[in-house]
């Protein structure tokens, strides 16, 4: 498809476990954000790959996350040692460059039991 | 604490009136505002922004004003429709902190037939 891809669309895991969620970008776009939208709250910035790297994880929540982009497309999003406060929807999203139009996936729906 | 903060959770209005949504920001740093529209089971869409340069852009039946000694926007909608129907998240950031973006917690819009 066009859009920005994420999967797995649901997950329910159990706390303590591990977690990866992958994302696949428009093609062509360099840049490449995660998101956290917790209930009922608006989506909070974690960290902002630009090709390869990642230019600003300052959003990350601590370090049991930790995300990848090892070819500048497909991201991962780890999660280590799930809580239950880390059940969220997950949002992507890309943009050609840092400045240009966000685009964002469905997200995935992370449930910790 | 909250940088941009959407103090109404709801708002309901009648077919073809006029939808105002409302959104507020603490940090003197943001120059850039957008406003996102999410429909349930989908990622946030891109509506509308405004650079700090700009106290009003018009976008097809879509507003948004700006009022910085105030720090305050606004999202107006006329005529509304039901498709209009969704949550609208106000955003901000920084000309050095692009598609960072600090979110509001969003203001469902109910438009009744």
């Known amino acids: 498809g066009a859009g920005v891809s994420q999967t797995p669309s649901n997950k329910v895991t159990e706390k303590g476990k591990y977690v990866e969620l992958r994302c696949d970008p428009i093609s062509g776009h360099t840049a490449l954000y995660w998101y956290r939208q917790s209930l009922g709250q608006g989506p909070e910035f974690l960290i902002y790959?630009?090709?390869?790297?990642?230019?600003?994880d300052s959003g990350l929540p601590n370090d049991r996350f930790f995300a990848v982009r090892p070819e500048g497309s497909v991201s991962t999003l780890k999660i280590q040692r799930t809580e239950r406060g880390d059940s969220a929807v997950y949002l992507c999203?890309?943009?050609?460059?840092?400045?240009?139009?966000?685009?964002f996936g469905e997200g995935s729906r992370l449930t910790v039991l | 604490d909250q940088q941009v903060k959407q103090n109404s959770p709801s708002l309901s209005v009648q077919e073809g009136r006029i939808s105002i949504l409302n959104c507020d920001y603490t940090n003197s740093m943001f120059d850039y505002f957008l406003w996102y529209k999410k429909y349930p089971a989908e990622g946030p869409t891109f509506l509308i922004s405004i650079s700090s340069i700009k106290d009003k852009n018009e976008d097809g039946r879509f507003t948004v004003f700006l009022n910085k000694s105030a720090k305050h926007l606004s999202l107006h909608i006329v005529p509304s429709q039901p498709g209009d129907s969704a949550v609208y998240f106000c955003a901000a950031t920084s000309h050095n902190a692009g598609n960072m973006l600090t979110f509001g917690g969003g203001t469902r819009l109910m438009v009744k037939p």
């Open positions: 999203a890309s943009s050609k460059d840092p400045t240009g139009k966000l685009f």
């Open positions: 790959f630009q090709g390869t790297g990642a230019a600003d």
